[in-house]
């Protein structure tokens, strides 16, 4: 009798337990794919908003340090990416590049829509935005040697870890796919779990729309090694 009594809220505890974890898979295949028009932490912190969270705290922290970490992009829709890869893929043309190589110069720095970590609002490009720039924030240069993000990327080599924030695209000579980006971070306690649903998605028949340019030169052979080196090709602390 005894027995029976404390079965049964055991049972009721794990029927809970399932319950929540069934509603804790909140990786949407739109989410993933940047489709899903997410709440969003705030309009000057574009990210989900435990990222959001996590960010002000490492800025304020930074912010003591004389650095003030400053967002260049953060979320970004699928819509978005597929109006910047057309972008590139145009001026690309007119400066001459067939087909295979335009692609291949594209995802040097850029993704395929529905492939953007920037879609999770995990992901966000920083600089310091105290420092006087002009042209082109976004350079490896200016992160290195004397350039203006040196102070900013010790600082955050040594603290954005602290804060669950990580860079994907490393500097690292065996990583393959897309370029050293001194200036990427991912959300890891978010990014992982993400990277980890959206590789079960059934990619090949979600990205190729119509009116993406250069479309008809993308095959499945592509795709499997654009997975591979480039969704992929990420810092391993990622995986
Ligand atoms: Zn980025």
Redesign the pocket.
């Known amino acids: 009798m005894i027995l029976k009594i404390k079965l049964i809220p055991l049972f009721l505890l794990l029927y809970q337990i399932s319950l929540n974890a069934q509603s804790k898979a909140p990786f949407s295949e739109m989410s993933l794919l940047g489709r899903s028009n997410p709440k969003l932490h705030s309009d000057s912190i574009p990210l989900l908003p435990e990222v959001g969270t996590a960010f002000l705290k490492m800025q304020a922290a930074a912010r003591k340090a004389g650095i003030e970490i400053a967002i260049v992009?953060a979320y970004r829709s699928y819509d978005r990416q597929k109006g910047i890869w057309n972008r590139k893929y145009r001026s690309n043309t007119q400066q001459g590049l067939k087909p295979k190589q335009n692609i291949k110069k594209i995802i040097e720095y850029s993704t395929l829509p529905g492939t953007s970590?920037?879609h999770w609002g995990t992901?966000v490009?920083l600089i310091d935005g105290k420092q006087p720039v002009s042209g082109d924030v976004l350079l490896t240069e200016n992160f290195h040697g004397k350039g203006p993000y040196v102070e900013m990327r010790k600082w955050m080599d040594a603290h954005a870890v602290e804060y669950g924030f990580i860079r994907p695209y490393t500097s690292d000579d065996n990583r393959k796919g897309f370029y050293y980006?001194p200036?990427?971070y991912s959300y890891a306690p978010l990014a992982i779990p993400m990277l980890k649903a959206y590789l079960q998605l059934n990619l090949n028949s979600l990205l190729l729309p119509e009116d993406l340019e250069g479309q008809k030169h993308i095959d499945t052979k592509f795709m499997k090694q654009y997975i591979q080196e480039n969704v992929l090709g990420i810092n391993k602390v990622l995986k």
């Open positions: 992009s970590r920037h992901d490009d980006e200036w990427h």
